[in-house]
């Protein structure tokens, strides 16, 4: 079936202008993940949505981010004022419910990234 | 708070030869491994997992070493192949948690 998809998979915006990145997980799983990479650093953790959960915001870097799951599927992740430091590849993962410590430990299913450069 | 070190950022390793891939690990409650594999322009992809009950698992070329004592885990791909050059990512993990941390990175790069 098809993955996880991301658009765009570029972006070029003026320091100061909003952008949103959408995220479409792979169809049935439950579990939704943004994480950034930024050049030459590892992937870093942003937000977790878990079905109807309340998300986990604590990696999100600042108030001008912020994202969310429209009916469990498609989720829109949101600079507001974008700064040159918001440059980096935001990456989106998806994986099948975590359905407890003695099992199912899922692989994230990454999609290819955007690109996001604040000039 | 660094949980995850992968102290070598890159690595050249001759096609035929093998290559050995090293991460660190502080947190005691990791309980399970990946390792992630990722191209240019690519989101990464799975590639390898260990159980903390293992010390080895293998799958093809792929070995995943496991050192609890050490908190050390180390991939080896032998022989090395072109297709293998890509930066490896390793994800120590706890069972019945959702949060995955990555390492930095190494970049692979196998020479023909």
């Known amino acids: 079936g098809a993955g996880v998809s991301q658009s765009p998979s570029n972006k070029v915006t003026e320091k100061g202008k909003d952008v949103e990145l959408r995220c479409d997980p792979i169809?049935?799983?439950?579990?939704l993940y943004w994480y950034r990479q930024s050049l030459g650093q590892g992937l870093e953790f942003l937000i977790y949505?878990?079905?109807?959960?309340?998300?986990?915001k604590s990696g999100l870097p600042s108030d001008r981010f912020s994202a969310e799951r429209t009916g469990g599927s498609v989720s829109t992740l949101t600079i507001q004022r974008t700064q040159q430091e918001d440059s980096a590849v935001y990456l989106c993962?998806?994986?099948?419910?975590?359905?407890?410590?003695?099992?199912?430990?899922?692989?994230?299913?990454f999609g290819n990234g955007t690109r996001l450069t604040v000039t | 708070d660094q949980q995850v070190k992968q102290n070598s950022p890159s690595l050249s390793v001759q096609e035929g030869r093998i290559s050995i891939l090293n991460c660190d690990y502080t947190?005691?409650?990791?309980?399970?491994f990946l390792w992630y594999k990722k191209y240019p322009a690519e989101g990464p992809t799975f590639l390898i997992s260990?159980?903390?009950?293992?010390d080895k698992n293998e799958d093809g070329r792929f070995t995943v070493f496991l050192n609890k004592s050490a908190k050390h885990l180390s991939l080896h791909i032998v022989p090395s192949q072109p297709g293998d050059s890509a930066v490896y990512f390793c994800?120590?993990?706890?069972?019945?948690?959702?949060?995955?941390?990555f390492g930095t990175g190494t970049r692979l790069k196998v020479l023909a």
């Open positions: 993962a998806s994986s099948p419910r975590d359905r407890g410590r003695s099992r199912n430990n899922s692989p994230l299913h």
């Open positions: 169809s049935g799983h439950t579990a």
């Open positions: 949505f878990q079905g109807n959960s309340a998300p986990d």
């Open positions: 947190n005691s409650m990791f309980d399970y």
């Open positions: 260990i159980s903390s009950i293992k």
């Open positions: 994800a120590p993990h706890t069972s019945g948690t959702y949060k995955y941390i």
